[in-house]
């Protein structure tokens, strides 16, 4: 079986399996029966249970998980088989953008809204192009432009798929790098919503074309009052369109450029995206006061899931 997402344990507990199935290796050709008998609330309690028991650190299943899965199975009557896990569907965005058609989610409704300068943001073919930010300091916004996501798009789509996993694709473009100025950042400062105080004490994530320290591309993430980081080998240059991909799973971040790995590493030990505070999620605006980022924005994908390797490599043709 491929890795399973936590709403097929779900479908299997409501209505059963039969059949072959290999796991982790072992072959096993037996039965569970359906337990529709069950309550939400039972099977939740159950599955959580033996998510994080025995070592394992799965997170929690919700009622409501539950009981979106119960109504969308309300007419299957035959039990699962393997097969109908063994090839999972592509993975599917939870929130997906195109920015040179607008700023509506065209998959979930959380549209973008752009913030800063009262001008209307130009789209182009390209995308919504901000340069001709000035590298306005984040505290004192008044001509530069940035993206600004709802709340908690990105904890809510951690909890959709394999909880506590995540990707953020964009492709976008540099005009002109500044130090430590973000592509993008989720989570919230110090002083909390609309507010950019500094994080120190605070959880986020961003993408960093050009940090000031080697003046390389930096992804990093911050919890506990810890921030874990690395970097790649180059800035992200200036004038040219660049696929980016940052994945996330319950212990590590991996960062992809251009299809090919730039690098892995652990996440804060308390940094948990499936409830951490997420309520300053921007493209182009720093939790610091640092310069607000200067180039295009060509599109946007949030994905429930951590894509792998050949799955980044295929989207960044």
């Given at each position: 079986?491929?890795?399973?997402?936590?709403?097929?344990?779900i479908?299997i507990?409501?209505?059963?399996?039969?059949?072959?199935v290999?796991?982790?290796g072992?072959?096993?050709?037996g039965?569970?029966p359906?337990q529709?008998?069950?309550t939400?609330?039972?099977?939740?309690?159950?599955?959580n249970?033996s998510?994080?028991?025995?070592d394992?650190k799965l997170?929690?299943?919700?009622v409501a998980e539950?009981?979106?899965v119960?109504?969308?199975?309300?007419?299957r009557k035959?039990?699962?088989t393997?097969k109908?896990?063994a090839?999972?569907?592509?993975?599917k965005p939870?929130?997906s953008y195109?920015f040179?058609?607008?700023?509506?989610d065209?998959?979930g409704?959380?549209?973008?809204t752009?913030?800063g300068s009262?001008?209307?943001?130009?789209?182009?073919?390209?995308?919504l192009?901000?340069s001709?930010n000035?590298g306005e300091r984040?505290?004192?916004?008044k001509n530069?432009r940035?993206?600004?996501?709802?709340?908690?798009i990105?904890?809510n789509a951690?909890?959709e798929?394999?909880i506590g996993?995540l990707s953020i694709?964009?492709?976008l473009?540099?005009s002109e790098?500044?130090?430590?100025?973000?592509?993008?950042?989720?989570g919230s400062?110090d002083?909390g919503?609309?507010k950019?105080?500094g994080?120190?004490?605070?959880?986020?994530?961003?993408l960093?074309?050009?940090?000031a320290?080697?003046k390389?591309?930096r992804l990093c993430a911050?919890?506990?009052?810890k921030?874990?980081?690395f970097?790649?080998?180059?800035?992200?240059?200036?004038?040219?369109t660049?696929?980016?991909?940052?994945t996330?799973?319950?212990?590590?971040?991996?960062l992809?450029l251009?299809?090919?790995?730039?690098?892995k590493?652990?996440?804060p030990?308390?940094?948990?995206?499936t409830r951490f505070k997420?309520i300053?999620?921007?493209?182009?605006?720093?939790?610091?006061?640092d310069?607000?980022f200067d180039g295009?924005y060509?599109?946007l994908n949030?994905?429930p899931v951590?894509?792998?390797a050949?799955?980044i490599?295929?989207?960044?043709k």
């Open positions: 079986m491929a890795q399973p997402r936590h709403t097929d344990a479908r507990v409501l209505k059963g399996m039969t059949g072959p290999k796991v982790r072992k072959d096993f050709n039965g569970m359906a529709e008998n069950l939400d609330q039972q099977i939740t309690d159950v599955l249970y998510r994080n028991s025995w394992n997170g929690d299943i919700t539950v009981a979106r119960r109504a969308e199975l309300k007419d035959l039990p699962f393997a109908d896990f090839k999972p569907t592509p993975p939870a929130h195109n040179s058609e607008g700023l509506q065209t998959i409704h959380a549209h973008a752009v913030s009262k001008q209307p943001a130009k789209s182009t073919a390209d995308g192009d901000f001709a000035k984040c505290t004192s916004i530069d940035y993206i600004d996501l709802p709340n908690n990105i904890s951690a909890k798929g394999i996993e694709e964009t492709r473009q540099v790098n500044r130090p430590w100025a973000w592509a993008w950042g989720f400062s002083r919503e609309n950019s105080s994080g120190a004490k605070s959880d986020y994530i961003a960093i074309p050009m940090n320290q080697n390389k591309l911050r919890s506990g009052g921030e874990y980081y970097d790649a080998k180059t800035i992200l240059e200036p004038g040219k660049h696929h980016v991909v940052a996330f799973t319950r212990n590590n971040m991996a992809y251009n299809g090919k790995l730039v690098g590493h652990p996440l030990e308390k940094l948990d995206l997420n300053n999620n921007w493209l182009g605006r720093s939790m610091f006061n310069p607000v295009i060509q599109n949030i994905y951590a894509l792998n050949e799955t490599k295929e989207r960044a």
